[in-house]
């Protein structure tokens, strides 16, 4: 029994939107190919189409700092809304993150991730490596996600950033890795994205101050 499947083993019967504003949302109705070889029943499943997305976490290695920020998520704020959801580390929908932003349609990962660099964080990317390419939530949305790491010169790096036409409210701040995981491990930040590249830059901390240092 072969068990390993790739995109072939999909059938998509019919798809329809269901909803199309500043997101929008598919639904699929769809058959794929089971473990035991047969075709299951036809499955109705509602996607959200976030689009592909990149995260970037800046690293000055001569300064040995990282830049952060803090902005408000309206997601977040519904999470603390619903009485539901178990209780979270904080009650703030203000989320410490990484650097991340939309891949518009012709352009590649790494240039997203420079571009939003400095409309972020004011910050030029001297160098980029690649962390992770993951899906973020793949039972209901559509986001595959590249996040890189950045080397950086964070040494007046700092403030408020982001475009106003796009709503943007993003505080710049920066912390060394030790203030950084700290943070991680009591619980401050809460975003999938930074939670996972800090935990990689945990790992590669002293390979990347011999590297860009």
Same mark, same amino acid.
């Given at each position: ?99 991340? %932003?939309?891949? /518009? &349609? $012709? @352009? ?9 660099? +400095?409309?972020? *964080? ?39 950033? %982001?475009?106003? /036409? &796009? $709503? @943007? ?9 030790? +203030?950084?995981? *700290? ?31």
């Amino acid at each position: 029994m072969n068990i390993s499947k790739t995109h072939k083993d999909v059938d998509i019967i019919k798809r329809e939107t269901v909803f199309d504003e500043y997101f929008q949302m598919i639904r699929y109705h769809v058959k794929h190919r089971k473990f035991d070889g047969e075709w299951s029943e036809t499955l109705s499943r509602e996607v959200f189409q976030r689009g592909a997305v990149t995260a970037v976490l800046p690293y000055d290695a001569k300064l040995d700092r990282l830049v952060l920020i803090e902005q408000f998520r309206t997601g977040a704020w519904a999470a603390l809304e619903d009485d539901k959801v178990f209780p979270m580390a904080t009650s703030s929908p203000w989320l410490v993150e990484v650097v991340a %932003g939309v891949v /518009e &349609e $012709g @352009e590649a990962p790494e240039d997203v991730a420079r571009r939003e660099l +400095e409309e972020e *964080a004011g910050c030029v990317a001297l160098d980029m490596e690649h962390i992770y390419t993951c899906h973020v939530s793949p039972g209901a949305v559509n986001e595959p996600l590249a996040i890189f790491c950045a080397h950086v010169d964070s040494e007046n790096i700092g403030g408020i950033h %982001g475009l106003d /036409e &796009e $709503g @943007e409210d993003i505080r710049v701040f920066t912390v060394s890795p030790d +203030e950084a995981l *700290a943070m991680l491990s009591d619980g401050r930040i809460l975003n999938s994205t930074t939670i996972i590249s800090l935990q990689w830059f945990a790992l590669n901390h002293e390979k990347l101050r011999a590297r860009w240092g």
